[in-house]
């Protein structure tokens, strides 16, 4: 019996988050080697299902890159990386857009169908939902990555009040009909903030972000957004840290309530940051007095 009513109290401490958050939207970037174990993938498919049916509007943005390295070196093609982004010529464009919008976007569909929950996959190009321009970060020339000019968030918004589970591809167009790649950290934030999403939260390979990369000791669970600029001078993050937490003061400067970078490999972290007072991954904060919730 003690057990059951253990089993009712966890229910019943998740009551004032499940209130907090019905009907709000939520967006998930989903990255990193989480997106490669299948096992994995399940389970923050089946954390996403619970947050849809308590009454949660998820919306899922992925990225790839993992899955795109791995599709490269079989032809042959070196990944190239300048500050976190893909240098990005035609045969890894056509790739990245196979890859994204074709078998990992398919495929994250599909589990949320066998959940039972329906979900539809697009990629920026669909609904005209992002627009895009050429990135030149610094004034270099990294190929088709491109920068995002614009959302429209019209296509998701009616997916989302027909209850549907929007599954976006961080792929987009610009006006000459190029396609490009953008790094999907840039497309969770804009999506989020033309939503005006009550959380962001990025699904990583780490704890979150660590004072240094080779000690799980120096997980840093709050960072100002004003201290960004100093830990990117500093050289405490880097690489594909840096476009995700630009893109975390982005979209809380855009009035997202709150942004979590948390580890995808950790099993229900969409769960335990949710829904229980334990607050897991580091938050971005803008106000000293932001609860973490
Ligand atoms: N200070 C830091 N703390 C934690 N991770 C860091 C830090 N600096 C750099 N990183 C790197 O950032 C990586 C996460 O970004 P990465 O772009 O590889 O994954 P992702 O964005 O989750 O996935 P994808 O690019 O496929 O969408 C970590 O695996 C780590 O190597
Ligand atoms: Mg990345």
């Known amino acids: 019996m003690d057990k059951y009513i253990n089993q009712a109290k966890t229910l019943m401490e998740a009551l004032p988050y499940i209130k907090k958050f019905n009907n709000k939207i939520i967006v998930i970037k989903y990255g990193g080697s989480a997106m490669i174990d299948e096992q994995l993938k399940m389970s923050v498919i089946k954390d996403i299902t619970l947050m849809k049916l308590v009454g949660?509007?998820?919306?899922?943005?992925?990225?790839?890159?993992?899955?795109?390295?791995?599709?490269?070196s079989k032809i042959g093609k070196e990944s190239v990386f300048i500050d976190g982004l893909r240098v990005t010529d035609d045969d890894t464009m056509e790739i990245a857009e196979m890859v994204l919008s074709g078998n990992i976007n398919k495929s994250i569909v599909q589990m949320f169908q066998q959940q039972g929950i329906k979900a539809v996959g697009i990629s920026g190009k669909d609904g005209m939902t992002i627009q895009a321009e050429k990135n030149m970060p610094g004034g270099k020339d990294i190929g088709w990555v491109g920068e995002i000019k614009q959302v429209n968030p019209?296509?998701?918004?009616?997916?989302?009040?027909?209850?549907?589970?929007?599954?976006?591809?961080?792929?987009?167009?610009?006006?000459?009909?190029?396609?490009?790649?953008?790094?999907?950290?840039?497309?969770?934030?804009?999506?989020?903030?033309?939503?005006?999403?009550?959380?962001?939260?990025?699904?990583?390979?780490?704890?979150?972000?660590?004072?240094?990369?080779?000690?799980?000791?120096?997980?840093?669970?709050?960072?100002?957004?004003?201290?960004?600029?100093?830990?990117?001078?500093e050289k405490t993050i880097t690489g594909g840290m840096i476009p995700k937490l630009d893109n975390c003061r982005k979209s809380i400067e855009d009035g997202v309530n709150s942004v979590h970078i948390l580890d995808g490999r950790q099993d229900h972290c969409l769960l335990l940051e949710l829904f229980t007072n334990s607050g897991i991954g580091t938050m971005i904060y803008k106000t000293e007095d932001q609860d973490g919730k």
Do not use: C, Q, W
């Open 56 to 72: 949660i509007k998820p919306v899922v943005v992925h990225g790839g890159g993992k899955k795109i390295n791995e599709m490269l």
């Open 154 to 233: 019209e296509l998701i918004i009616s997916l989302i009040e027909d209850d549907f589970v929007p599954v976006v591809a961080p792929i987009a167009t610009d006006k000459n009909n190029h396609t490009y790649n953008i790094n999907a950290d840039y497309v969770a934030s804009a999506v989020a903030s033309s939503l005006k999403a009550e959380k962001l939260i990025y699904l990583t390979d780490v704890e979150g972000v660590l004072r240094d990369i080779n000690d799980l000791d120096t997980l840093i669970s709050r960072i100002n957004v004003n201290d960004i600029e100093s830990m990117k001078e």
